[in-house]
């Protein structure tokens, strides 16, 4: 029917699961037609009923899991478990919270005015809703990157049109079941699959926001779509996250997040541990701890175990040319460094110690198992290094130290750091979740993210309505007495001392 078909394939068995229809500029047109009918009526819809309808996707998901934990396994060969706790716990408090804040964070807003102006105008900020989103997800966390942006577009008033990964689609299906099984209406969140081409047809098709989640070099060609039509858009993008290990360190804790940090979700995790610098004092303890924990590592395809398969072909040759790159270069592969392909795809957890900023792999996003651990002098070192990167994603300082250990985090060029863990940070959804450099633009979670997805309209209304106004026509003399007896009153006089203008 002129529509292109990919196969896909569960990385963990090689088992096909099926074939995905790619659906092309025509499709993108009609579903984007449809969602504007839709989102007119959405947007009538009072902020608190959203939020009920939303949450009804909780409930939903909670009773699904297993059934969506097992469509993300085949879809992507992780865990169970990585399943469960980076999709499916993640997808659930993202709607719990998006929901509870909604009304408070996208309600109308009484701002209060500073100076004159507090005793002649009154103002609301309204946030409407943009219109139409466009949510464009990755592979690596297909069902809960899809949730977290989706809810927040709907929550403000949105329609949703969902461009998954053609790598790991059905997420974006069941996202949307979710959220109509809920009584979100069947426009309102449309999925459209395919692979760039059709990710590009949605960029250019006219939608009024773009959230995107995935590597840095679709980023910016969505960043130049985007600003050609002078739409907004968030880009959520790649990372190289540092970990630096103090010589105060709690080590038993700090092995355990490395090796955590590093391999979990097969280690395609955007902020997960990708450097290691470790104070030289410490060195040897902390890499003797992270080999024992790393050789307690089960990886397989099926049963009790800690890792799972890649979740795509390509990243696999990624990999071997940073570890091959490493090797050629001097450093030392303790553990692992050999993809094991028996029906399916797997790289076992690796340790690589000796590493250095001539290699690859401290260099660009590996998103793979691989635990990477360089010698530092000191923690100014390790701050330099740290930096010394094209990511700035989120990093890590581990200390006993609070303080300390603050006023490194505040030294690194990063959307976000945590002291003595890893990895989490976009779970937090209190706080703006970002990348600086070229890990992304602008910021996910938070009020600020919420109202992201609304355009904030001032409308001022006057507390007094005389037939003129002082400043108005015409413009004689006096006008300009008064104009100047103003200046002085309230920019050169003691009112200013009064905290005139702070409110
Ligand atoms: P990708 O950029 O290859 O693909 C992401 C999505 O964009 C897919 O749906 C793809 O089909 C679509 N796409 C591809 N070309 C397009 C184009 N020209 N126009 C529009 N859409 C297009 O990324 P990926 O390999 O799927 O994901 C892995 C990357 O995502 C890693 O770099 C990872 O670090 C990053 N990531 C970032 C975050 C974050 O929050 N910062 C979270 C998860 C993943």
Redesign the pocket.
């Known amino acids: 029917d002129g529509h292109r078909r990919l196969g896909l394939r569960n990385t963990a068995t090689g088992e096909p699961v099926g074939e995905l229809t790619v659906n092309d500029a025509q499709d993108v047109a009609r579903a984007l037609e449809r969602a504007r009918v839709a989102q007119k009526k959405w947007a009538q819809v009072p902020i608190a009923e959203r939020a009920k309808i939303c949450a009804g996707a909780i409930d939903l998901l909670v009773q699904y899991r297993e059934e969506v934990i097992e469509m993300i396994c085949q879809d992507t060969g992780k865990t169970q478990t990585d399943a469960l706790m980076v999709e499916v716990i993640a997808g659930l408090d993202f709607i719990t919270h998006y929901c509870a804040r909604a009304a408070r964070d996208l309600s109308d807003e009484p701002v209060k005015l500073h100076g004159f102006f507090r005793a002649l105008k009154k103002f609301i900020v309204h946030y409407r809703p943009l219109g139409v989103v466009g949510v464009?997800?990755?592979?690596?966390?297909p069902f809960a990157?899809a949730i977290n942006p989706t809810v927040q577009a709907l929550l403000a008033g949105n329609a949703v049109l969902l461009?998954?990964?053609?790598?790991a689609p059905h997420s974006g299906d069941w996202a949307a079941r979710l959220f109509h099984e809920a009584g979100v209406p069947r426009d309102l969140i449309q999925v459209l699959h395919?692979?760039?081409?059709?990710?590009?047809?949605?960029?250019s098709a006219g939608v009024d926001k773009?959230s995107?989640?995935?590597?840095?070099?679709?980023?910016k060609?969505?960043a130049a779509?985007c600003a050609e039509q002078l739409i907004p858009c968030t880009?959520?993008?790649?990372?190289k996250d540092a970990m630096i290990v103090c010589a105060d360190a709690d080590l038993e804790r700090a092995a355990g997040g490395a090796v955590f940090a590093s391999v979990f979700n097969s280690g395609?995790?955007?902020?997960g541990v990708e450097r290691i610098y470790v104070v030289e004092s410490v060195a040897d303890e902390f890499e003797s701890l992270v080999e024992q924990k790393i050789r307690s590592l089960r990886m397989g395809a099926k049963g009790e175990r800690d890792v799972g398969a890649l979740f795509?072909d390509r990243?696999l040759s990624t990999i071997e040319r940073h570890i091959e790159d490493a090797r050629a270069k001097g450093a030392e592969i303790v553990l692992g460094g050999k993809a094991v392909i028996d029906g399916g795809i797997f790289y076992p957890p690796t340790l690589v110690r000796n590493v250095d900023h001539t290699m690859d792999l401290m260099k660009h996003?590996t998103?793979g198992p691989i635990v990477s651990i360089m010698r530092v002098k000191d923690e100014d070192e390790a701050i330099r290094l740290a930096n010394d990167s094209e990511y700035g994603?989120s990093g890590s300082v581990w200390t006993k130290d609070e303080a300390k250990g603050i006023a490194l985090a505040k030294r690194m060029e990063t959307g976000s750091v945590l002291i003595n863990d890893a990895s989490m940070s976009?779970g937090i959804l209190e706080v703006p979740?970002?990348?600086m450099k070229d890990?992304?633009l602008g910021q996910?979670n938070g009020t600020k993210s919420l109202r992201s997805y609304t355009f904030p309209q001032p409308i001022g209304v006057d507390k007094r309505t005389p037939k003129n106004e002082p400043h108005w026509y015409p413009h004689d003399a006096k006008t300009a007495r008064n104009l100047d007896g103003m200046v002085k009153l309230v920019y050169g006089s003691f009112l200013k001392k009064l905290r005139f203008f702070t409110g």
């Open positions: 464009i997800t990755p592979w690596n966390g990157l461009k998954p990964s053609e790598v395919g692979d760039g081409e059709t990710g590009a047809a949605l960029v773009i995107f989640t995935g590597s840095v070099a679709t980023g060609k969505i779509a880009l959520e993008l790649g990372g395609h995790v955007c902020m795509w990243q996003e998103f994603l976009y979740f970002g990348g890990s992304g996910v």
